[in-house]
């Protein structure tokens, strides 16, 4: 079959380190359009890849109107999603997207609604949701490996915006560019990923947030700015069936990398999802039925290779009609989304909220 032609938007750290390399090594892709505003940068990555200069974009319109492109994947700030991704499908194009979907539910809702009707595919990067051993949590979990699920915790670490870093008032510490901080950074990955491996929805949410450093120096002038998100992101969850789920999220854990740790705990058994940058391996340690139970023995499960999965090729197995259903949507996008605004909601008005 022909390449699907795909064109990137956004040339920033995502891109470079996951999209980019991912589309070179996707058979199923040809880059065949690139797109930033920062000119330099958009030549710099063309040479790389070997874009026509004709093909490279500083406007995103411009893109997505040009004919030779298929599908795009779009790798800005949080701000620019749903306005590219509704650009897309108003063209009849495929789209891919980064995490959170959207600014709010609203926009994540008329977003999902208008790719319903122009018939267009979609795919929200929750990366977490293509390893191996996440993938092999969910086949335990939802078929009964655990019995009935009492416990869902989950922690997810990373220790960059610690004030000894010094690092800079970059888009993702300003409210207007991200929506939040780490909790849309870090804890909607979390939150959409207990939804994967459970099955489940959310029901109720109550959350705790702050803002630990208020200012951060700027990039460029040796002032300094507002930081205006949330540093650390705390909450409980309730989910269908009473099951009951804890996520402590922060930027400041000290010695983090990308540390994940998901616990689930039902009747008959239970299991530990574990990720960390170092080695970069995510791994799964089960404990279920008698005597394990009584001699509280965990043992780590060999993951069986027909778990693997790429991001990548899904988007492409998803434009192609061949999707394993495990990818995450717009409308997965739009339901993370109502979770996120809730718990927004919770810790600025202090109560439980309702989805």
């Not at 974009?57 to 994947?73: E, K, N, P, Q, S």
């Not at 509280?296 to 778990?307: A, D, E, I, L, W």
Request: proline content about 4%; overall charge negative; glycine content about 10%.
């Amino acid at each position: 079959m022909p390449r699907i032609r795909i064109g990137v938007i956004g040339l920033g750290g995502i891109a470079g380190a996951v999209h980019l390399p991912g589309i070179e090594k996707c058979p199923d892709f040809e880059l065949a359009a690139i797109c930033d505003i920062d000119r330099e940068k958009l030549d710099r990555v063309g040479e790389r890849y070997r874009i026509d200069p004709a093909m490279r974009f500083t406007a995103y319109r411009d893109l997505i109107a040009r004919g030779g492109v298929d599908a795009v994947d779009i790798c800005t700030p949080n701000d620019c999603h749903v306005e590219i991704a509704m650009e897309a499908a108003n063209a009849g194009k495929h789209y891919s997207v980064e995490k959170p979907l959207a600014m709010n539910a609203g926009e994540a809702r008329a977003l999902a609604a208008r790719t319903q009707e122009k018939g267009v595919k979609s795919m929200v990067c929750f990366s977490y949701r293509f390893k191996s051993a996440a993938r092999y949590a969910r086949y335990l979990v939802q078929s009964g490996v655990l019995g009935e699920l009492y416990h869902v915790y989950t922690q997810y670490f990373q220790s960059w915006g610690n004030p000894d870093l010094n690092v800079p008032l970059v888009w993702r510490f300003v409210k207007a560019k991200t929506g939040s901080g780490a909790l849309g950074d870090l804890g909607s990955h979390a939150l959409d990923l207990v939804r994967f491996v459970s099955g489940r929805d959310y029901t109720r949410i109550v959350g705790d947030a702050d803002t630990l450093l208020k200012e951060r120096p700027l990039p460029d002038d040796g002032g300094t700015g507002v930081s205006d998100v949330d540093d650390y992101c705390h909450y409980l969850a309730r989910m269908e069936g009473g099951l009951s789920a804890a996520f402590e999220i922060t930027r400041f854990g000290f010695g983090r990398g990308n540390y994940q740790r998901l616990e689930i705990y039902g009747r008959k058994g239970g299991l530990v999802y574990k990720l960390d940058e170092h080695p970069g391996m995510d791994e799964l340690e089960i404990c279920t039925g008698q005597p394990w139970g009584q001699l509280n023995t965990f043992v780590k499960v060999p993951v069986p290779t027909s778990y693997a999965a790429n991001q990548t090729q899904c988007f492409a197995d998803i434009i192609r009609g061949k999707a394993d259903g495990l990818a995450a949507t717009v409308e997965d996008g739009l339901a993370n989304q109502n979770a996120v605004d809730a718990v927004i909601d919770s810790f600025e008005h202090q109560r439980w909220v309702s989805l």
